[in-house]
């Protein structure tokens, strides 16, 4: 190749880089931006107020149900991931009026299978929604709830309360926005109770959010354990003492938010 042709050569592919850079950090700034990042709390803000309140960029919030939050509060809170947001990813909710919610059971069925059917009250008493029967991994049907106060409770489990509160601002985006929980390390065993493999915990889910079109807003490191009994002193189930709660955004359609996000909860390793 002359030094003519290996200039234009150079010129060439300098201008494509230039106009990549500047493409993907548009697309960067204008995805930080939809998501609202700088509005969000982070994930150990949410871990400390087991609280959250979400920016007018979330058209839709999902609401996690943890593992374990079957067992009952305060008598066996040991057996839970945390004692902060046990039942619910966050335990209270503060939304724009027009996002949507639903829910992800994620409390692991092996051994004793724990479906869940959660209601939403109004301050006046009146149940205004229902998820219907939830076996692991199944989502609810979304709802919009009208500006006001609303409590969340298991038709079953009359301990895992939370609440909805709907905030008097409108919903201007259609981001999705919810909470998950993993292990922080890898464990040493990672077969259920039926023998299969779960490859859940913080290093996979680090790659496969961004792989199935999740951005990791936040995370945040915590450690329970609180069984007094129980070898390495955490309840077995949870296979570990230390977890990380997770806060995910993405912008793709909610059914394929959905359908990724069942699939990640079935690969995490808690039974």
Excluded at 52 to 65: E, K
Excluded at 147 to 160: A, E, H, L, P, Q
Aim: include cysteine; aromatic fraction near 12%; charged fraction near 20%.
């Amino acid at each position: 190749m002359n030094r003519f042709y290996k200039n234009i050569f150079f010129i060439s592919t300098s201008a494509i880089s230039i106009v990549l850079a500047i493409v993907l950090n548009v697309d960067y700034k204008s995805f930080a931006l939809e998501q609202g990042l700088s509005e969000f709390p982070d994930a150990k803000s949410v871990y400390d107020t087991e609280s959250i309140h979400v920016p007018t960029s979330v058209g839709y919030f999902i609401i996690l149900i943890a593992n374990e939050a079957h067992e009952e509060l305060p008598k066996e809170n040991y057996k839970h991931i945390t004692d902060h947001n046990p039942s619910y990813v966050p335990t209270n909710l503060v939304i724009p009026e027009g996002t949507a919610v639903l829910f992800l059971n994620a409390d692991a069925p092996w051994d004793t299978p724990h479906p869940h059917t959660i209601k939403i009250i109004d301050s006046s008493g009146n149940v205004i929604y229902t998820t219907g029967k939830m076996n692991y991994s199944d989502a609810s049907e979304l709802k919009i709830l009208p500006v006001g106060n609303y409590s969340v409770i298991d038709t079953k489990y009359n301990w895992m309360k939370g609440s909805i509160t709907v905030m008097d601002e409108s919903s201007k985006g259609k981001e999705i926005v919810g909470g998950f929980y993993t292990p922080t390390h890898q464990v040493s065993n990672n077969l259920d109770n039926d023998g299969v493999m779960h490859p859940g915990w913080l290093g996979y889910y680090e790659g496969e959010f961004p792989k199935n079109g999740f951005n990791i807003l936040s995370q945040y490191d915590f450690n329970y354990n609180t069984c007094s009994y129980c070898q390495g002193k955490y309840w077995p189930d949870n296979k570990t003492g230390n977890h990380t709660l997770i806060i995910f955004g993405t912008n793709q359609p909610l059914t394929e938010a959905v359908s990724k996000l069942q699939k990640l909860v079935k690969d995490n390793v808690y039974i």
